[in-house]
């Protein structure tokens, strides 16, 4: 008893906040939720490769958890897929793009609306918020920070009424550290990542938009536009430490050759 005592205090000590079961989880999926092209990729490294145009993915995750589906993010607006050539933002000149809607991906999949236990937006720019409503009746998590923030003309981020958990730091979302939502802040003021403890694949991390794309990983490059810069790096530490500690991988949304380079539906990572 008391060595069994012992050996559990070990295993707390060694994982802290982030439990090392696995339990539930046995599917990620990785769901095309559009293509941006902008123009200057110095927009998110600030000085470096200026008027250089880039190829942006934009990904959605579906998880199959013993307990429901769980989705992340959700992209660009599914009444993009309407438009082939895409269509330009005026005032980012980025022309957005989606090949397929996010409902046809997850009918393709057999999943319904009402299958999804719970939801969760890494942040509210427009390229992950997309369809959130898509989704009326599905429990939202999100940082409070985030919720709290107004857009810039003052107006609420998320429709009232949409059943949300505010969160203010990190979640375990099925309560056997299998999907944890992890706090990193600075992107936007309640910028949150996923980790997500796979049987095979081990231990992923989400981005979100903690980073864009793999070189400003490398060299720790904060985007012009990021709210905090102090904050975005030190998420991206928090990041680098939580993968080095559970030899995890880092997906990052937007870097489209890894996008590219990643199993599509109907295969998944298990
Ligand atoms: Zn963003």
Redesign the pocket.
């Known amino acids: 008893m008391r060595l069994w005592s012992l050996v559990l205090a070990a295993a707390v000590a060694a994982f802290g906040s982030l439990p090392a079961a696995a339990a539930g989880v046995d599917k990620l999926y990785v769901l095309d939720c559009g293509d941006i092209s902008a123009p200057d990729q110095s927009r998110w490294s600030p000085g470096v490769n200026v008027g250089v145009p880039i190829e942006l993915s934009d990904n959605c995750y579906l998880i199959h958890h013993a307990q429901g589906w769980f989705l992340w993010d959700t992209g660009l607006p599914d009444a993009l897929a309407a438009f082939p050539e895409g269509v330009k933002d005026a005032k980012t000149g980025f022309v957005n793009k989606r090949a397929k809607t996010l409902s046809s991906e997850l009918a393709a999949l057999g999943v319904k609306a009402s299958d999804l236990k719970a939801m969760a937006i890494s942040?509210t720019?427009p390229?992950?918020i997309g369809n959130v409503e898509e989704f009326p009746q599905v429990m939202l998590y999100v940082q409070k920070a985030e919720y709290d923030w107004p857009n810039a003309n003052g107006t609420p981020r998320f429709k009232l009424g949409h059943p949300v958990t505010k969160l203010e730091g990190d979640h375990d979302v099925f309560g056997d550290g299998s999907v944890v939502i992890i706090s990193t802040p600075g992107?936007?003021p309640g910028h949150q990542s996923l980790l997500v403890r796979l049987p095979k694949t081990g231990v992923v991390v989400l981005s979100g938009?903690a980073v864009h794309f793999k070189a400003n990983w490398d060299n720790r490059r904060v985007p012009g536009g990021n709210f905090n810069k102090e904050q975005t790096l030190a998420s991206m530490q928090r990041i680098a430490d939580i993968l080095a500690k559970e030899h995890g991988q880092l997906w990052i949304n937007h870097d489209k050759p890894q996008t590219d380079a990643q199993k599509k539906p109907p295969e998944y990572y298990d």
């Open positions: 942040h720019h390229d992950h992107h936007t938009d």
